[in-house]
């Protein structure tokens, strides 16, 4: 009596049938994947871009400050800001330092809201709104939790008394700065936008360091929590397949 041996994978007659359902399924999963970047890759990038990245930096940042260690790169740019100082830089710093707060990005921050409302583009307004108060208002929490003390390695000349730790004025300059951009980016005006609020974001930034009365870790703190929290409630206001001037 003869047994057949056993006989493990396809028969061998059967193979080009295997491989060409193998193409055939990796030709399927990669026309579904590029469908699928093609309708959300913009969201993935603004998800991975706006949020995953400025969150990781500013636990990176938040950690050292919770555990009062030294940032090797504070002192020497704060070092540099001092040895550039003179008349001209004072007046210039000063004004980007004002606009960046009190007589720039505040009321502006109220306007935008108002004359959002005005055009019954609401759910805007609401975007809006919540990105700039509630940047707002965290900043002012997170400064109490911190606690951290302002530079003291000269006399400003606009001092500060309240804490350092991130910065108001460059959390508030950047919100406003993505609020903006996420409005305005299926617009005409998405490149103009971009380039003038990276310009204020940056001088308005600057200006708090060459003052003497925040670090540079503040200010990328700063930052980062702002495009976190912007990028957040943009996500919320516009879920699904909603966007900015969209019909309603």
Known sequence: MTMSSGNSGPAPHRAPEVVA???????????AGEAFLQRHGGRLLLLFAGL????????????EVREA???????????????????GFDRWFLLFSAIGYQYGVVPFDVALVAALAWRRRFRE????AAALGGS?????????FFARERPSLWESISPEASFSFPSGHAMGSMTLAAVLVLL?????????????????VAMVGLSRIYLGVHY????????????VWAVGC?????????RPWGER
Do not use: C
């Open 125 to 128: 307004s609401i975007f809006a």
């Open 234 to 242: 943009y996500g919320l206001a516009f879920y699904g397949h909603l």
């Open 184 to 200: 305005a980016w299926h617009t005409r005006w998405r490149w103009p936008t971009l380039g003038a609020m990276a310009f204020l």
């Open 52 to 63: 995953l990245l400025p969150l990781w930096g500013f636990a990176e940042l938040a950690d």
């Open 21 to 31: 359902k193998t193409v055939s399924v990796a030709k399927a999963e990669t026309r």
């Open 216 to 227: 540079p870790s503040d200010i990328l703190a700063g930052w980062t929590a702002a495009l």
């Open 136 to 144: 707002a208002l965290l900043n002012l929490a997170t400064k109490q």
């Open 69 to 87: 260690e030294a940032f090797p790169f504070d002192a020497p740019i704060l070092q540099l800001a001092r040895a550039m100082a003179r008349e």
